[in-house]
């Protein structure tokens, strides 16, 4: 069993890995995987062709800023907590909700910077992860409270998992330059 002393150094490695991947590692990489578990792509390709739909319809929806980042583009702190969620949830040490996602079973799931260790699924998402008061003006990049105007919700997505995380107004342009302030 992966130990959370594990998990650590396992995701800190991933994170380095995925930045340094290229599309050819992609590819050979997505080759040995079927041929281990046949029809298991087919369900995360499915299940992060829904989260993707999902981050699009609300961008649509919200007004939302709506862009495709490669791994290295992606801030650090960011990339280690997608991926550290990831390998929590793959070692099967993550507090899951009631319907008990399992990652032999791809499915849309969902993980929170201010949260971490837990995964839920889409119907459980808005309950485990709902915030409220100081919790929820909280940048998760600084720390700084932003009472007047609170914070600005963000997600990034990797497969089958959308990584949700709040940023203020000084952090917000350094995560996503395109946004203003």
């Not at 499915?46 to 961008?59: F, K, W």
């Not at 997608?82 to 929590?88: C, D, I, N, P, W």
């Amino acid at each position: 069993m992966t130990t959370s002393a594990e998990i650590g150094p396992a995701a800190v490695a991933l994170s380095d890995l995925l930045a340094a991947l290229t599309a050819a590692d992609l590819v050979a990489i997505r080759g040995h995987i079927d041929t281990v578990a046949p029809g298991m792509l087919d369900q995360a390709d499915a299940a992060a062709v829904a989260v993707e739909g999902r981050m699009q319809q609300y961008a649509a929806e919200h007004g939302a800023l709506y862009r495709r980042a490669a791994a290295d583009e992606i801030p650090e702190w960011i990339r280690f907590g997608v991926v550290e969620a990831l390998v929590t949830f793959s070692a099967r040490r993550a507090t899951t909700c009631q319907h008990a996602p399992d990652p032999a079973r791809p499915q849309p799931v969902y993980a929170a910077a201010w949260r971490p260790g837990v995964i839920a699924c889409a119907a459980c998402c808005g309950f485990l992860f709902r915030l409220a008061g100081d919790r929820d003006r909280t940048c998760d990049r600084c720390g700084h409270i932003e009472r007047e105007r609170g914070v600005y919700p963000c997600s990034v997505a990797l497969g089958p998992l959308t990584f949700m995380f709040g940023l203020c107004h000084e952090c917000r342009p350094d995560v996503t330059p395109e946004a203003t302030s």
